[in-house]
């Protein structure tokens, strides 16, 4: 099997958390709290805050392992208060 096309995951590589639509991995409040790690409130404000690329779904909250990884990249060196 070729890893040439293959994306690089934050999780690791037999993990079972996040769910798979259309080869994207989307991840869960508690799956992101786990991963980063910070408490499960701070991860709800930071699905919540302006900019960051979560999407809602009724009352549910996903953001995809992807843009995850793009935004903390974006996001190097700066400062994030998630407490309200």
């Known amino acids: 099997m070729s890893t040439k096309n293959k994306k690089p995951s934050?999780?690791?590589?037999?993990s079972d958390r996040g769910q798979l639509f259309n080869g994207?991995?989307?991840?869960?409040?508690?799956?992101?709290?786990?991963?980063?790690?910070?408490?499960?409130d701070a991860t709800y404000n930071l699905f919540k805050l302006k900019?960051?690329?979560?999407?809602?779904?009724?009352?549910?909250?996903?953001?995809?392992?992807?843009?995850?990884?793009?935004w903390l990249k974006e996001q190097e060196?700066?400062?994030i208060c998630l407490n309200e």
């Open 10 to 14: 934050i999780l690791p590589e037999n």
């Open 24 to 40: 994207e991995r989307y991840l869960t409040i508690a799956e992101v709290a786990e991963i980063l790690p910070i408490g499960r």
């Open 51 to 70: 900019g960051f690329p979560s999407i809602q779904l009724g009352k549910r909250w996903i953001v995809s392992e992807t843009s995850l990884k793009k």
């Open 77 to 79: 060196g700066s400062k």
